[in-house]
């Protein structure tokens, strides 16, 4: 690729980054007005035509790494293994 592409591909994934992240705030404020209408409305699943909106607790169980380290070093260290990843950014 020559430097005259590459430099109009990363202006492209630039302004597609940016388009997503806006739809993802509108997104969030559209998901934000459907849960205050449920809360509001005391439902936790509300069905309109062909989609269901559900909006319920989940409880889950997590381990926590940080303080099992912290009371039990070697026995973390034993099991920690080093992973090495690419990363991609464009800035």
């Not at 592409?5 to 940016?18: F, T, V």
């Not at 309109?48 to 169980?61: I, L």
Request: charged share 30%; glycine share 2%.
């Amino acid at each position: 690729m020559k430097k005259t592409e590459l430099r109009k591909a990363m202006n492209e994934y630039q302004q597609i980054a940016a388009q997503i992240a806006q739809l993802e705030k509108q997104k969030a404020a559209v998901a934000d007005r459907i849960k205050a209408h449920m809360d509001a409305a005391g439902v936790d699943e509300m069905q309109v035509d062909d989609a269901t909106a559900r909006y319920k607790e989940v409880t889950s169980n997590r381990f926590d790494s940080k303080a099992f380290a912290a009371a039990h070093k070697r026995l973390y260290a034993m099991f920690c293994k080093p992973q090495t990843v690419r990363r991609f950014t464009i800035a």
